[in-house]
């Protein structure tokens, strides 16, 4: 690939994060790079939550070092990495199902009009730019004012990407996005990930199902328990093989063949 | 079936889709409920009550009332839509009503000087109420209803120290009335406003006046003119300024809204200090328009500043509501409580129906919310 010749967008160094006396982390490096789906992989309670927290600016490291485009930050709050240009999709989507679609849409980036303290947000604006962009993801929202609690899992799933895709985000940490979907809403949703992908923004792809993995992934990195198992590139490594990683080996290619290899 | 037909259905289908919006999105209206309350609640005193009531004096006499609830209610509504209770508004009318009297007569303050005082006081105690709540993480329900107790007992005891022994504390309205300057504030936060506009009417035949010339409604109390205006700031600012698309996102999922760089501790603890400034306003204008404070000032307001804020549409669970619907629940409140003595019902329905509304109005909103969201 062309991009990993470059800087990536972001890079983490040994990443280590400690809740107490838990160890949630420890020394986790992953590289992200433009127009690359970066898929992270494990098993629940491998650190991969805590992990794209640290990332997206929630948690602080323990210890380690983040860079962006090779600068070394520091982020205090989710808001500096929304600066920063990293946007994560989580698994409860951050939309707020008794709120309209726009609403949602523009949550904590409202634009705004006029001087103060008559500076209000333009919604004329934020409904047009919420109906454009719900079209070209190809769904029909008949009325942006309709709260997100009408839509679908995958239409959700796919606001939430396209809201921060809209918000010019650079890179993009989606968190099980697949998970609690249907297989034409499973498919709808990697769909519009190759979409971004294309867009040129860099995609950290959380999910601990290795097909949906395998389907968009540019790079393949496992976690377990708070530990990286390694990175591997599309092609260097077989869909059997990291779901073995995944589950730490043995055990799952035993119970695999008593089960008459269907896991 | 041929295609066309087919067609021809999906495209009926369509045109009775498009039909929907609108009914929608007048359901989608928090405030529906408290619309067709306060429509309800007209009809039944047009047909019930002495005709007097719905004379300009008549309702001037149940829009006081209702505009003293009705800032309280706005205020526990914005709260309230944040995802958060205020029990000790109540109280802290009784409170910040003591600070405001002991700053006008005990130290003598000047007015605007007294004013600023118990207002920033209010804030302090707001800003109090909100850091507890934010960092112990319990729920406010439990917090505020401390400072329920705790203010109503400093109350008290502030009041016999301001006053040596008594729990009212009189001649505010001498002391607030001293200089050109106090007189000036006095004008803004009591009395009527309007009055030469009246007595201009009254003089031209417009409005209804005595043999002797002077309007029968001498002008619009003032805190009704401050009602008003805080109902149509509050609604401007809940439903199309960034902070209340804020307010929205904290009340109805805050973690979400964090995660999306919404600053819900700072959303949440503004509005604790706004339900207390609403409170302190209350105080201040009731202290004036009587001349005088006591320890029951504000008794139980905390609840009914809730119950119209329900009625107005609010969500007991937060992240969904209207300003506007409040100042129409509590004007609903306002209008029971002065319209019974129009009829010959028993005041003490009064009790009753306040009860009965808020069972009604919680019943109400959770169908229709249910509808408009999509909930199963």
């Known amino acids: ?263 | 079936m041929s295609q066309q037909e087919a067609a021809n259905l999906a495209s009926a289908k369509d045109e009775r889709l498009k039909e929907a919006p609108l009914v929608l999105r007048l359901m989608r209206r928090p405030e529906l409920g408290a619309v067709m309350g306060l429509m309800i609640v007209t009809v039944f005193f047009i047909v019930v009550a002495n005709a007097t009531m719905f004379e300009f004096s008549g309702i001037m006499n149940f829009l006081a009332p209702a505009a003293q609830l009705g800032i309280l209610a706005i205020g526990a509504s914005l709260l309230m839509v944040g995802g958060e209770f205020d029990l000790s508004v109540g109280s802290m009318v009784a409170f910040t009503g003591l600070i405001f009297a002991a700053c006008v007569v005990t130290i003598g303050l000047p007015l605007p000087v007294a004013i600023l005082l118990t207002l920033a006081f209010a804030a302090a105690m707001g800003l109090m109420n909100g850091q507890i709540v934010i960092h112990t993480g319990l729920p406010s329900f439990i917090v505020t209803l401390a400072f329920l107790f705790i203010l109503r007992g400093l109350s008290l005891v502030g009041l016999k120290w301001a006053t040596g022994g008594s729990t009212q504390l009189r001649g505010v309205r001498e002391a607030a009335t001293q200089t050109p300057l106090d007189s000036f504030f006095y004008e803004i936060f009591a009395g009527d406003v309007f009055e030469g506009l009246f007595s201009w009417l009254a003089a031209n035949d417009l409005i209804a006046k005595f043999p002797n010339g002077q309007p029968k409604v001498t002008g619009i109390p003032v805190e009704i003119v401050w009602f008003a205006l805080i109902a149509v700031l509050a609604a401007w600012v809940l439903t199309r300024t960034r902070y209340g698309n804020w307010i929205f996102a904290a009340g109805g999922d805050a973690n979400a809204a964090r995660n999306s760089g919404v600053p819900v501790r700072r959303v949440k603890t503004s509005l604790f200090m706004i339900t207390a400034c609403c409170a302190a306003l209350v105080a201040i204008l009731t202290v004036l328009d009587s001349g005088s404070t006591d320890a029951r000032r504000g008794f139980q307001k905390e609840f009914e500043a809730i119950i119209a804020a329900v009625i107005g549409g609010c969500l007991l669970t937060g992240g969904y509501g209207s300003a506007i619907g409040a100042a129409i629940g509590a004007i609903i409140f306002g209008m029971v409580l002065i319209g019974l003595t129009y009829t010959t019902i028993d005041q003490d329905w009064y009790l009753v129906f306040l009860g009965a509304m808020l069972l009604m109005a919680v019943f109400f909103n959770n169908i229709i919310r249910k509808r408009v969201t999509g909930e199963r």
């Not at chain 1, 993995?213 to 198992?229: D, E, H, Q, S």
């Open chain 1, 1 to 263: 690939m062309a991009a990993s010749s470059h800087i990536p967008l972001v890079e983490m160094r040994d990443i280590e994060k400690h809740f107490g006396s838990v160890i949630a982390l420890s020394g986790v490096s992953v590289t992200v790079n433009a127009g690359e789906v970066h898929c992270l992989l494990g098993d629940n309670g491998a650190g991969k939550s805590t992990f794209i927290k640290t990332m997206a600016g929630v948690f602080r490291p323990t210890s380690g070092q983040m860079l962006i485009d090779g600068k070394p930050v520091t982020f205090s709050g989710p808001r500096d990495a929304l600066d920063a240009g990293i946007a994560t999709v989580y698994q409860d989507l951050a939309m707020i199902p008794l709120m309209s679609v726009t609403r949602n849409f523009f949550m904590g980036r409202e634009p705004v009009k006029g001087i103060w303290p008559f500076r209000h947000v333009d919604f004329d604006f934020c409904d047009r730019v919420t109906r454009e962009e719900m079209k070209r993801i190809g769904i029909d929202v008949r009325d942006p004012g309709q709260a997100v609690g009408t839509l679908s899992g995958g239409e959700r799933q796919c606001v939430a990407i396209s809201r921060a895709v809209y918000f010019g985000a650079k890179v993009l940490i989606l968190d099980e996005p697949t998970s609690a979907l249907g297989v034409r809403q499973t498919s709808m949703v990697l769909k519009y990930i190759d979409m971004v992908r294309k867009r040129g923004l860099g995609v950290v792809f959380i999910t601990h199902n290795v097909r949906h993995a395998m389907a968009v992934g540019n790079r393949f990195t496992v976690l377990n328990r708070g530990k990286t198992l390694g990175t591997a590139r599309r092609g260097e490594i077989t869909a059997e093989e990291l779901q073995n990683l995944m589950a730490g080996g043995r055990e799952l290619a035993e119970l695999s063949d008593e089960l008459g290899g269907t896991v």
